[in-house]
């Protein structure tokens, strides 16, 4: 019984969602399609997680996916509106899109 559990533990570790720290890694390493397929992975159960979203649309930008990557982080912003660091990231890639009207638009909700 030892035994059996004990395997089931180990295939649910290696079966385990990367993180966003090995996703971030596999960007650095311009690993963008493994990137791109880790955080798609993340999302599947995790589709509000707003860090993987910006992971991912970083991984599609390295891809020259434009309009998905926009996609991405289009719904990080959604996600957390309020966010410093989203907004910053999202207009940082919206002006490396060539977006700048967008990226210089402040975006308030009430």
């Not at 385990?16 to 493994?34: C, H, K, V």
């Not at 060539?98 to 990226?103: F, M, P, Q, R, V």
């Amino acid at each position: 019984m030892r035994i059996a559990l004990l395997i089931v533990m180990l295939m649910a570790l290696a079966q385990a969602a990367p993180t966003n720290s090995e996703i971030r890694q596999l960007l650095d390493q311009g690993r963008f399609q493994e990137a791109s397929e880790a955080a798609r992975s993340v999302l599947a159960s995790e589709p509000q997680n707003v860090p993987i979203c910006l992971l991912l649309g970083d991984a599609l930008l390295g891809l020259g996916q434009w309009d998905e990557a926009q996609k991405h982080y289009t719904q990080a912003l959604e996600l957390a509106p309020r966010d410093s660091q989203v907004c910053l990231h999202v207009g940082q890639a919206l002006e490396t899109l060539g977006d700048s009207s967008s990226s210089r638009r402040p975006r308030f909700r009430s």
